[in-house]
């Protein structure tokens, strides 16, 4: 078990670019879930995968925002013409679902910052 | 829609006191809670997981209870140590849903 594994750890853009994050949840984990977290405050809930379909997607995810998984794997989040209000922690859970109740374990998350 | 709430908001105090992180919670049709531990700038790591029909779960210094009538659980930590400096979430999936829904955590500061 070799944890939630995200990359880049860093990313510095500027305003109006386009970036792309990276979530290898871990092996057999069949949910993926992503979060947004700003300093101070708990992380927020973005959208959650279960195998390759996106079954969730919260109204924070705007249309710049798409995420996928294919094969069931691992997980993009792509963020276009990115604003300053995007700055924020990129966090990447996985958990086991078979009959539910199992915990979420994440990533060490993606810090992106909008110059 | 599912609130969550924590207090206080940060804590500070000397090595080897026990002490009490508190989470409550607006909706009680919760299946599970959970607490997270989150260093400075670094991703959470799961502490413990209460089912709804627990009432309590250990693991070494650490206690979680849950009431769930009256929406609240607690994080007692034991002998605190240093180390145990950190930022204390708690989470319950919100309503009907799989998302978790997070407290603003607890900033706790163990000072040596």
């Known amino acids: 078990d070799t944890g939630v594994s995200q990359n880049p750890r860093h990313k510095i853009t500027k305003r109006g670019q386009n970036v792309t994050f990276r979530c290898d949840p871990i092996?057999?984990?069949?949910?993926l879930y992503w979060y947004r977290q700003t300093l101070g405050q708990g992380p927020e809930f973005l959208t959650y995968?279960?195998?390759?379909?996106?079954?969730?997607k919260s109204r924070l995810l705007s249309d710049r925002f798409s995420a996928e998984r294919p094969k069931g794997s691992f997980s993009t989040l792509e963020i276009q013409r990115t604003e300053q209000g995007d700055s924020a922690m990129y966090l990447c859970a996985s958990s086991l679902e078979v009959e539910g109740n199992q915990p979420q374990h994440f990533g060490d998350g993606t810090r992106l910052s909008i110059l | 829609k599912q609130e969550v709430t924590q207090i206080p908001a940060a804590l500070s105090v000397p090595e080897g006191e026990n002490l009490v992180l508190n989470c409550s919670f607006t909706?009680?049709?919760?299946?599970?809670l959970q607490w997270f531990r989150q260093d400075p700038g670094k991703g959470l790591t799961s502490l413990l997981l209460i089912q709804s029909s627990q009432r309590e779960q250990t693991s070494g210094r650490l206690n979680a209870s849950l009431d769930k009538s009256s929406g609240r659980s607690t994080l007692y930590i034991a002998a605190s140590q240093p180390g145990d400096s950190a930022t204390y979430l708690c989470a319950v999936p919100d309503t009907g849903r799989r998302a978790l829904t997070f407290g603003s955590g607890t900033r706790l500061q163990v000072q040596p």
């Open positions: 909706d009680s049709a919760i299946y599970n």
């Open positions: 995968f279960q195998n390759e379909a996106q079954l969730e």
């Open positions: 092996s057999e984990h069949n949910r």
